[in-house]
């Protein structure tokens, strides 16, 4: 049994407590490899914001999840070096099942969370209620899930949304003792969020997607004061990206991702953890296909993942101070 204590870790208790008083969501990032973890690091000690560290199934996978807990040690001791010891959950995105769940434990992770959103009800509250009964028993947290987001990302895959109820959320949460919960409110995995055919055009020509469900979101809040609420798929899909990345040969379908503006609002009601793993991935992309296709004689990996760790730095710093409202909140 590891301890995430004794790693330098935190759980999501006190952020999300601070995060729901104070009107702001803790940015929860992705990664699977260096780079990625520098960028996340670099960016949250220089906008002095807390974060949460996201492994995912496919991440564990492609990068060994020994490597990766201590990759989450290693960030700890970086951010110190870098001058700000900032609050830092290790955290299991989209546990598919209990085994998942108590090997992150054991090994660990400060926060899990348990994906019971394709069982019926009743079999869902009962998984989380098995993962929250072992989880606290360690001072782990848990997040739950209810309602389904569409999409695709990594292991995670939906045709269509189903709107999250309220009456359920309530019920839920007291019945498996959860610490946050995932909801679905109009957000969805992946890159492919919402073709131009599903949006309006404003003047300017811009799309403008679907709004998220705010009256749900309020409604929950009104039911449950104070609880955690979290939103995945809550990535924007900056069009600059996905531009950039078709002129340099890639060839992404039109999307259009979650206009940051909606994603602030609902970070200053009940939403206390906001997921973004795909605009991360356009990002590196984007930067890598650039050095790549400006110099095609280029084979050092430093020259195209150092642009690209750069770019996903500056991406983050902005979702923190501009989007998220993390910032000066370490």
């Not at 990664?31 to 220089?46: G, K, P, R, S, T």
């Not at 099942?97 to 069982?119: A, P, T, Y």
């Amino acid at each position: 049994m590891i301890s995430y204590k004794d790693l330098g870790l935190v759980n999501t208790k006190e952020m999300f407590a601070k995060a729901g008083k104070g009107g702001y969501a803790i940015p929860a990032y992705n990664f699977n490899n260096m780079e990625q973890l520098q960028a996340i690091i670099q960016a949250c000690v220089e906008t002095k914001s807390p974060v949460i560290l996201q492994v995912s199934k496919g991440a564990r996978n492609y990068a060994n999840a020994t490597l990766l807990r201590n990759m989450a040690r290693g960030a700890v001791e970086y951010a110190r070096e870098l001058g700000c010891e900032i609050p830092m959950a290790l955290h299991l995105d989209h546990g598919s099942d209990f085994d998942i769940c108590k090997e992150c434990i054991d090994n660990g992770f400060s926060s899990v969370m348990i994906d019971g959103s394709h069982l019926d009800y009743d079999e869902n509250v009962k998984l989380t209620s098995r993962v929250v009964e072992y989880a606290h028993q360690f001072d782990v947290t848990v997040e739950g899930e209810l309602g389904v987001l569409a999409g695709i990302e990594d292991d995670v895959v939906a045709e269509k949304s189903t709107y999250t109820q309220p009456e359920e959320v309530e019920d839920f949460v007291t019945k498996t003792g959860v610490d946050s919960l995932a909801i679905s409110i109009g957000t969805s995995h992946g890159a492919n969020k919402f073709t131009p055919a599903q949006c309006t055009r404003s003047e300017e020509g811009i799309l403008i997607p679907p709004p998220l469900r705010f009256d749900i979101l309020e409604e929950i809040e009104r039911r449950l004061p104070g609880f955690s609420i979290v939103l995945h798929g809550s990535s924007s899909v900056p069009q600059d990206l996905v531009t950039m990345i078709n002129s340099y040969g890639g060839d992404l379908k039109d999307s259009v991702g979650i206009p940051e503006e909606q994603l602030s609002k609902a970070a200053a009601l009940a939403v206390c953890k906001i997921n973004i793993d795909s605009d991360g991935r356009l990002a590196m992309t984007a930067a890598v296909r650039k050095v790549l296709a400006e110099q095609p004689g280029e084979f050092d990996p430093r020259k195209y993942l150092g642009p690209a760790r750069e770019a996903l730095k500056e991406m983050y710093k902005h979702k923190n101070i501009n989007v998220l409202g993390s910032a000066d909140r370490a």
